[in-house]
Nanobody, 117 residues
């Protein structure tokens, strides 16, 4: 069983920055593909950014150049640095851990990010 705990959400003005953290336990963290997803009210959950066990990253087009995903395997933590935030980035952000194994797909409880003046 994998436990994921997100932190770092909050209220920020447009153009501001936040850094989300996701602390993982219960597995060999370095072997996980880690991702950040978000879900805005009335919308489906979408993938924001993902980082593989080897460090390769991928982003949804709407955050490219503004968000950066990174991982610290020594701390079992994945981060999402969010810069130049926009009101449309407002959502609940979820951390995800997965591998190419049946049923290996875990979620955190989510952290609210609100971008508003």
């Amino acid at each position: 069983q994998v436990q994921l705990v997100e932190s770092g959400g909050g209220l920020v003005q447009p153009g501001g920055s936040l850094r989300l953290s996701c602390a993982a336990s219960g597995s060999i963290f370095s072997a996980n593909t880690m991702g950040w997803y978000r879900q805005a009210p009335g919308k489906q959950r979408e993938l924001v950014a993902v980082i593989s066990s080897g460090g390769s990253t991928n982003y949804v087009d709407s955050v490219k150049g503004r968000f950066t995903i990174s991982r610290d395997n020594a701390k079992n933590t994945v981060y999402l640095q969010m810069n130049s935030l926009k009101p449309e980035d407002t959502a609940v952000y979820y951390c995800n851990a997965r591998r190419g194994l049946p049923g290996y797909n875990y979620w955190g409880q989510g952290t609210q990010v609100t971008v508003s003046s």
